[in-house]
């Protein structure tokens, strides 16, 4: 047995998964009468299940194979998947870093899987210490680490990162949603090194199609065949991943509005640091600040009362608002809002 194969549950080891029509004629030529379907008009066929030509293109891309791609109806189905190939609900468990993305611990919730909680430390990085104990601890099945992260917006330590990944013989699934607003290689270039990591990025944040759902995993061919084998069967659809594929095209309205954005991040930072009610203006290496304030509380409150909505990430980080860059004008608007707010 293979060191992933001995992480994955039994159950899904054993897994014949649903065979469905197009798995078995693999041609867009012919008469097809396999399916059940209406046979007119528009939308009427079911979507490629593996998303041929959409992979196709991120590997050319990303200069990747494509047997190292898997596509997920938003990075949210993919932690669900690592969730359910690996841990052995009531048994297994999973290790974040908190303040961290919540969906992590929710869908471990969805799964009874219990999570082990390592707070990151004073400068928002993973405490080390903390975690060595854990690393050869068996219950452990699955480590989430989101870089840059949300809500506190910077990259880990990478050389923390790796140290895990070289000490532990679980998965590592590394959350890079907003690799695109930092400079930071990517562990992409990891995934056949470290067959134990998977790499997720998404199209819904600096792609710009969070209306499309489409997340990506990038791993070693083994545990992407996993992936294929637990997922529905039509997991993107056809208008989903016709647009994903039109917005890989258009790489420099993409590359110009993340440097619009950058660019906002900036201006933004600067301004709120010259506000009074702003006590620290955390670094970001992704497309939202976290902001420290001296009443988290009450300017949200404030800033709902403008039509201006932020999201209060207070009960987490205290007294800090998280604020996504806008465009200009929406930035504009905010720090006017602000300026006019009566203390
Ligand atoms: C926004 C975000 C995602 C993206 O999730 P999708 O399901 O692909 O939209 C993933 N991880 C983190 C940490 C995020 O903040």
Redesign the pocket.
């Known amino acids: 047995m293979s060191e992933i194969e001995s992480l994955v549950r039994e159950n899904i080891r054993r897994l014949s998964p649903y065979s469905c029509a197009r798995n078995e004629y693999d041609s867009q030529r012919g008469v097809f009468l396999d399916a059940n379907e209406n046979p007119f008009g528009r939308l009427n066929r079911y979507p490629d299940p593996f998303q041929k030509a959409l992979r196709e293109e991120i590997g050319r891309l990303r200069n990747i194979p494509v047997d190292n791609i898997f596509l997920g109806n938003?990075?949210?189905e993919v932690i669900d998947l690592c969730l359910r190939i690996f841990c052995e609900p009531g048994k297994d468990r999973i290790m974040i870093f908190p303040p961290t993305?919540g969906?992590y611990e929710v869908a471990a919730a969805i799964n009874d899987v219990e999570v082990v909680k390592i707070p990151l430390n004073d400068s928002f990085d993973i405490d080390l210490p903390g975690v060595i104990p854990f690393l050869s601890q068996n219950s452990v099945k699955v480590i989430f680490i989101?870089s840059p992260n949300?809500p506190t917006a910077n990259l880990m330590n990478s050389q923390t990162v790796e140290f895990i990944i070289q000490n532990f013989s679980g998965i590592i699934v590394i959350?890079e949603?907003?690799s695109d607003f930092c400079d930071s290689p990517s562990f992409i270039g990891k995934i056949n090194l470290y067959r134990n990591i998977v790499v997720?990025q998404?199209?819904?944040?600096a792609l710009g199609l969070?209306a499309a759902?489409v997340?990506m995993a990038f791993a070693n061919a083994e545990i992407i065949s996993y992936m294929n084998k637990v997922k529905p069967p039509y997991n993107i659809s056809a208008l989903n991943q016709s647009e994903a594929l039109k917005k890989l095209k258009d790489k420099a309205e993409v590359k110009d509005q993340v440097d619009m954005i950058l660019n906002e991040r900036e201006r933004l930072s600067a301004e709120l640091k010259n506000h009074i009610l702003v006590r620290k203006v955390f670094h970001s290496d992704s497309n939202f600040l976290l902001v420290e304030m001296t009443d988290a509380d009450s300017v949200y409150m404030y800033l709902i009362s403008r039509e201006i909505i932020v999201r209060n990430r207070s009960s987490d980080v205290r007294d800090c608002l998280r604020i996504t860059v806008g465009t200009p004008e929406e930035n504009d608007r905010l720090i006017h809002e602000l300026r006019n707010m009566k203390l």
């Not at 998404?202 to 944040?205: L, P, R």
């Open positions: 938003g990075s949210d993305y969906m989101c949300n959350d949603a907003y997720m998404t199209f819904s944040k969070a759902r997340g």
